[in-house]
């Protein structure tokens, strides 16, 4: 299992293993308490990306995938595994929402809509149509209300945030090739979470390199 720091000084790609779910349209719900096991792999874009390899048969990860223009979900233990993270993403939002039983669930939300290469490489990295943020919230409104005890949005990472830091380096979002992953670590014994988003990837054609790394929510 990678730590905080392994996260703030490296990049981490995630390749996305098959995961048990129960699916309605446009909404992928994880089941829960499923676990993987996580360990750095090897470097997949010099000199300082790497895979970040889940094994299925593992107990110290909860894993959230990607579906495009849908939504999934999961929501996090409260005992067992300490590590928390989802595939890539690019224009993707996560939503974080909590219970009435201070429980957490995690959204992970995608739109494509007006999204076209062209429209990215005229605007700025972190720009994002406005039918497709309706979309994601649309996604992420349906996978909450999919959850029981109605959970509250309380925290929510757009690319308006996490592609903040590639904006004051390249003009546009043709000059930027890369990606962002977020993940989250508990407090051993505690329901304790705190989150946190990366982005690597190469500007201009320079070096894939580890642009920013922050902390964007925890629970306490």
């Not at 720091?5 to 790609?13: I, P, V």
């Not at 994880?30 to 048969?57: I, K, M, R, W």
């Not at 996490?162 to 670590?185: E, H, K």
Request: a neutral charge; glycine letters at 8%.
């Amino acid at each position: 299992m990678i730590s905080v720091l392994d996260f703030q000084t490296k990049g981490y790609a995630v390749p996305m293993p098959t995961t048990l779910e129960t699916v309605v349209p446009q909404h992928h719900k994880q089941l829960l308490n499923q676990t993987f096991g996580s360990a750095e792999g090897a470097v997949c874009y010099a000199p300082c990306v790497h895979n970040l390899v889940l094994d299925p048969a593992g107990i110290d990860t909860v894993f959230l995938p990607f579906y495009q223009d849908q939504a999934a979900s999961v929501r996090l233990p409260n005992n067992g595994p300490d590590l928390f993270v989802t595939s890539n993403l690019s224009g993707c939002a996560i939503y974080i929402c909590r219970d009435n039983q201070q429980r957490l669930v995690v959204i992970h939300s995608n739109s494509t809509s007006g999204s076209t290469k062209i429209i990215g490489d005229a605007n700025r990295p972190s720009y994002q149509t406005a039918p497709a943020a309706r979309e994601l919230d649309q996604h992420a409104t349906l996978a909450r209300n999919n959850h029981g005890s109605v959970p509250q949005t309380v925290a929510i990472l757009t690319k308006a945030t996490y592609l903040s830091a590639v904006d004051q380096r390249a003009a546009n979002g043709g000059q930027f090739i890369g990606g962002t992953t977020v993940a989250g670590w508990r407090q051993p014994g505690t329901y304790n979470w705190t989150f946190y988003y990366q982005v690597w990837g190469q500007i201009q054609g320079g070096t894939t390199q580890l642009i920013t790394c922050r902390e964007f929510y925890r629970n306490f």
